[in-house]
């Protein structure tokens, strides 16, 4: 697995794009294909929301990767941090402070629960399931 960077034209932070290549099969049709993050179409719908999904080739079936906003963005980026120094705690081995290393896992936890009830409200106030569904029937 090796990763292709490439200059992200919002920032100018390098994105890095993965060539990692899953073995999918359609929960829709059961057709088998390949995906690849090349493959991820996203597309900016209402009030700044970012929906990220992949169509199944044969049935256009869509599967929603992710729905977020800057509140869930923001939340992802608190939970990267809070990983980050759990792992420099657990670098210390013996020395590492054991409170802190919780603390920043239940700050960690929450945030992630906080983004899936904040992801589970935009999918429903959106009607992304709908969405899913509109290229089969068309």
């Given at each position: 697995?090796?990763?292709?960077?490439?200059?992200?034209?919002?920032s100018n932070k390098p994105k890095i794009e993965s060539k990692t290549v899953f073995d999918v099969n359609c929960d829709h049709c059961e057709h088998k294909f390949e995906l690849s993050s090349k493959q991820i179409?996203?597309?900016h719908i209402e009030r700044g929301v970012e929906w990220r999904f992949f169509e199944c080739p044969k049935c256009h079936y869509r599967f929603t990767t992710y729905v977020g906003d800057k509140e869930v963005?923001?939340?992802?980026?608190?939970r990267n941090?809070?990983?980050?120094?759990?792992?420099?705690?657990l670098a210390k081995g013996a020395a590492m402070n054991q409170n802190l290393y919780h603390d920043y896992r239940m700050k960690d936890e929450n945030a992630?629960?906080?983004i899936s009830g904040l992801t589970a409200k935009l999918k429903k106030e959106l009607n992304i399931e709908q969405r899913e569904k509109e290229w089969v029937s068309q």
């Open positions: 697995m090796k990763n292709q960077v490439r200059q992200n034209n919002k179409i996203s597309k963005e923001k939340l992802i980026r608190f941090e809070c990983r980050s120094k759990m792992k420099k705690e992630g629960h906080k």
